[in-house]
């Protein structure tokens, strides 16, 4: 079982709508959470992290932490053609370890 | 200024050669990272050093050799290349780990 598990998609969502990216995650020590968009032959960028159960905003982005139910979410609000890209999710156990990856989500914007 | 930095960008060579990537960071971060992407997008992680000090080493053949001769400096050195090392092979650089890392731009092997 892979540890993080997201759906490779791809998810093709209209100009303007609200994307929305989901991620589960199999280990319980999990503290922290982390959403990195990936341009095709690009390095990834972190656009959000999150820590606590709840919901963190910034800009069109929304991420959403349920450990109970050991599952991310990133809302896009608005979303745009150069939004398309994969979307990388990671987690990692504590300060001194390495983030684990998911295999990414392919999102396409279409006009 | 590029914060973490990669060299080279792209590599191609024969199989059975040795090759190496080189990797700086300017953000003065305690800890760096080697990680590969396979074809299907997946990062693996497969070294990580603080303050030149080895703390992962995750299951990757022999054949594959880090060295950090300070904080700012992770380079893997690669022998016997095999066709399966075909990969685009990221440089990270992280503060905390809580914090995230930053990454390197990539550097695409091809072994042919």
């Known amino acids: 079982q892979k540890e993080v598990e997201q759906n490779s998609g791809p998810l093709s969502v209209p100009e303007g709508a609200i994307a929305s990216l989901n991620c589960t995650y199999s280990?319980?020590?999990?503290?922290?959470f982390f959403w990195y968009r990936q341009y095709s032959g690009k390095s990834p960028e972190l656009i959000m992290s999150i820590y606590s159960n709840g919901d963190k905003e910034d800009g069109r982005f929304t991420a959403q932490l349920n450990k109970a139910s050991q599952y991310v979410s990133l809302l896009i609000r608005d979303s745009q053609p150069s939004d398309s890209a994969t979307y990388l999710c990671a987690s990692n156990t504590g300060t001194a370890s390495k983030l684990t990856f998911g295999t990414g989500t392919r999102l396409q914007v279409t006009l | 200024d590029t914060a973490v930095s990669q060299t080279p960008k792209y590599l191609v060579t024969q199989m059975g050669n040795d090759k190496s990537i080189k990797c700086e960071q300017n953000?003065?971060?305690?800890?760096m990272y080697w990680y590969k992407q396979d074809s299907k997008k997946f990062l693996k992680i497969m070294f990580s050093?603080?303050?030149?000090?080895?703390?992962i080493n995750e299951t990757v053949p022999n054949r594959f050799s880090p060295k950090s001769p300070d904080k700012a400096h992770l380079n893997l050195h690669i022998n016997s290349l095999e066709l399966g090392d075909s990969a685009v092979y990221f440089c990270?650089?992280?503060?905390?780990?809580?914090?995230?890392?930053?990454f390197g731009s990539g550097t695409r092997l091809t072994v042919v």
């Open positions: 990270a650089s992280s503060q905390v780990t809580s914090y995230g890392y930053t």
């Open positions: 953000l003065g971060h305690d800890t």
């Open positions: 050093y603080n303050n030149k000090e080895l703390i």
């Open positions: 280990d319980r020590v999990s503290q922290s």
